[in-house]
């Protein structure tokens, strides 16, 4: 048995769910668990639908919700002839689900209602997607994940309940394979033991793939992306990025905690327990080797770049000249954790602290100013933070040319600098 998760660029038209099916055609006879994301912009846009709720813009948040059920109703009717009946009855259900809390008042957090909307993006395109497979006479069972991933309630940030999900699986899932090759579910969400929908983070529909890969024990996972292969650097920000034919676990988590977009750092870790591959595919053109992404010691890897823009730095200066210790940088570290901010960088000193943060607007401002109770607080913006690993000092020079450094750190592995 093998997993296989698609992304919302991989069904974001017409033409690509087409050319997802005939992917899946290649491996028929197989047993395979597929995972796939909202399709194209949609969780962009139910985010849209969110915030004007949550901001009492009823009329408006109703009136974006219809550009997305139009925008799916549309996508099956040019996919589907027998099955669209069936399929547009499914999505109706769906729809229903969302405008029944769009016509209350919020009275909750704005992370529940975020769960509650934007979990919708993957229940729609998994149904059409399931019954444009099945009129291709590819048989497969659709399954709500919400029945099957039990999490806490951290609204948008949720955390699995292993046993649970375990059991369920186990009961649920693997006996869907005694009568069909294909069990097709939805990546990214779950639910509380309230039935209410819960999302695992962005991009969490990777860790999704992950999860059913280490219940269910399988050969290995492959994720299917528009690109290549994993690259060594953004080709959006570097042109001349070279492909990785292989990686491994260590070095996915080390790229992923500098912040990498390639896979989710949560995802590697179920894998890397039971040691199940992780391959890294081209939708656009399958035939490429890719990346495959396992438990073996590499060698030989080009300088790995990590290039974060918007980054903002905060200095924190003791407000009475005495050393920041472990008492000052515990009340830092309880605000990071408070607000849900992620320090990308830090560096202690004797009566400073320095931390480097991604511009999340608010969130950031309130760091700035709660820090600014317990430190001397100066705050630099429109910064940017570069990570090489496997560095070298022609890489090195060559990406830091014309800038002014600001901050460095520095290992046998990786360097890090802060620039503007």
Known sequence: MKVFKFGGASVNSVERVKSTGEILKEYAGEKLLVVISAMGKTTNALERVTESFYANRKEEALALFEQVKQQHL???KYLLVTHYLACEKQLRDFFTEVEWLLHDNPVREYDYYYDQVVCVGELLSTSIISHYLNEMEIANKWLDVRDIIRTDDNFRDA???????TAKINENVKPLFATTDIVLTQGYIGSTDENESTTLGREGSDYTAAVFANILETESLTIWKDVESVMNADPKQFPDAQP???LNYNEVIEMAYYGAQVIHPKTIKPLQNKSIPLYVKCFLDPSLPGTVIHNQHLKQ???IIVLKEKQVMLQLNSKDFSFVG???VGQLYHLFEKI????NLTQNGAISFVCVVDNQGEKTERLAMEAAAIFDTQVTKDLLLLTIRHYTGESFDKLTAGKTILLKQ???ETVQVLMR
Not at 159 to 165: A, C, E, G
Not at 340 to 343: E, H
């Open 326 to 328: 472990e008492h000052h």
């Open 244 to 246: 990785l034919p292989e």
């Open 340 to 343: 849900k901010v992620k320090p």
């Open 301 to 303: 890897l080009p300088p």
């Open 410 to 412: 520095q290992t046998p």
């Open 74 to 76: 549309t996508t099956a």
């Open 159 to 165: 955390t699995i309940d292993w046993n649970y999900t």
